[in-house]
């Protein structure tokens, strides 16, 4: 005589099965959700921690041209400035910038640059958790790396902060605007040899986030798109009246995000 599962048992596997399935993409949708949370967080964090900075440093992290006598000299190199006879200090030195309101790029690679003086500064002020380098990584002045820039909650994404300074046109990855305010983040996953500009958010989650904290357009307003052509709806990057692609399921999006 052959034993068999009977009907009732194989239909209490199938159940425990669709339980267990069930179980798995529910946990991985509040895992996602909770992650497209923290972007959010992460930018109103390091908001807070560049206006602590302004009121006491009297400057945005990475451009004032004191910042050598607070916490010493990264190192004896052409590429780090100093105003102050500071020490080196390879612990927490810094090098200083020019001043002038903006977040620059660095001339070079493994070099001091603002943009990424912009996070070692912020938290040696203990504004901001973690420790940065305040260098370029090795293939120029914009490489972002983990040792220069913070890492997002969101998996594989980078922050980076940077100013564009100037009006932009026909540039495939970015909308034609005036980018001329004293920075924007931008956070993704990092690209060889340039700053994290990998898509990391489908066009729907990047419109979640713009709604919430903006105007749910990603052409205007504080909270922009990049990626035009996927991301959004737009035929052309002067076509500033498109919307989100909802319909798509893809990573398009890198949120780019007036810092003030």
């Known amino acids: 005589m052959k ?11 199938l159940v425990i099965l669709g339980l267990l399935t069930g ?13 497209l949370r923290s972007v959010g967080t992460e930018y109103q964090r390091w908001q807070t921690g560049v206006n602590s900075f302004r009121d006491k440093y009297f400057g945005l992290p990475g451009d004032i041209t004191n910042a050598t006598r607070f916490w ?14 500071a020490a080196v200090d390879t612990a927490r030195g810094v090098c200083d910038g020019d001043g002038d309101g903006l977040i620059e790029l660095g001339s070079g690679g493994s070099a001091s640059a603002e943009l990424f003086a912009f996070w ?36 594989s994404g980078v922050w980076v902060a940077f100013t564009w300074n ?8 970015i909308f034609d605007g005036d980018y001329r305010e004293p920075y924007y983040y931008e956070m993704g ?17 990047m419109w979640n986030l713009d709604t919430k904290y903006d105007d749910g357009r990603p052409a205007y307003g504080i909270w922009r798109a990049r990626y035009p052509l996927t991301c959004a709806t737009a035929a052309t990057t002067a076509d500033l009246s498109a919307a989100y ?12 995000i007036t810092g003030k």
Not at 3 to 13: A, D, Q, R
Not at 72 to 85: D, E, Y
Not at 140 to 148: C, L, M
Request: with cysteine; hydrophobic share 40%.
């Open 23 to 35: 179980g798995i993409l529910a946990g991985q949708s509040l895992i996602r959700a909770a992650e």
């Open 3 to 13: 034993n068999g599962f009977s009907l009732v048992e194989l239909s209490i596997v």
């Open 166 to 173: 100037g009006t932009i046109t026909s540039v495939a990855s």
């Open 72 to 85: 010493g000299r990264a190192v004896n190199a052409v590429h780090c400035v100093t105003n102050s006879a």
């Open 189 to 205: 996953g990092t690209i060889a040899g340039s700053t994290s500009e990998t898509p990391l958010l489908k066009p729907e989650e």
């Open 120 to 155: 070692q500064q912020l938290a040696n002020a203990g504004l901001i958790e973690g420790a940065y380098d305040g260098l370029s990584g090795a293939s120029n002045g914009y490489t972002t790396t983990a040792t220069n820039s913070p890492k997002s909650k969101l998996s």
């Open 245 to 256: 692609r909802l319909d798509s399921s893809a990573l398009a999006c890198v949120p780019l």
